[in-house]
């Protein structure tokens, strides 16, 4: 069977559980080798088994904050180091502190800002000179759709997801020519852990979630994948510095 990412070598970062492991598995099912990093590194080291398992996929794994210069290069290096280069970027980790901007703390402003701009700027700045000197690369994002509709309770949440927006089609111009393309998956609410948590906690607040997208339902975590896994390959050659929505028709346009 052919595979479309057979031998390509991605990181996935955020890849312990939710979004970034279901990236990971679709990788894995389309034939990529993997680096897997997470903060979480039970949650990591139980992820990296379940790939090798279910897929029999090739897996190393960082543990670390990825917003932390030294553990992102440590990460973007290791796909070098086990695999001998690296062709897919995929920027997952991140995780909103969702709460009304006037409620949050000096500190959980730095924290959404380090988990959901910083982990994409140091591994994207660690990850270019390797996918420059190859003259190939694929950069995939998580954006935000509430950057685009602005959700409720996400104000901060945006700036950091803005961030990862802009820099997509600053990154995406500058290094076009270099055989790179930098695109950004912006889903709406997501099925994912979180989001049923919020459901128990806060119902309310949910279906206020749920209530901007036509369809009626957040979407899954592999619909998500599946985009994911379109722009990291080789036929999305001429698609870049695109933030695609993935939101049931939350926005438009």
Known sequence: MNKKLHDNVAVVTGAAKGIGLAIAERLARDGAKLVIADLDAGGLKEAASRLKTEYGAEVASCAGDLAEQSIAEKTINLAGEAFGRLDILVNNAGGGIIK?????????LRTTIDRNLWTVLWCSWYAVPKMRAQRYGRIVNLGADSVRN????????????GGVHGLTTGMAREFA????TINTVAP?????PQMVAITKSDPALAAKFVSVIPMGRPAEMEEVASMVSYLASAEASFVTGQVISVNGGSTML
Do not use: M, Q, R
Not at 150 to 161: E, I, Q, R, T
Not at 177 to 180: K, V
């Open 100 to 108: 009304p901007f006037s409620e949050h703390s000096p500190e959980t």
């Open 150 to 161: 602005g959700l409720w309770d996400h104000a901060a949440y945006n700036a950091a997801k």
């Open 177 to 180: 020519a270099d055989g790179i």
């Open 188 to 192: 709406c609410a997501v099925n994912t």
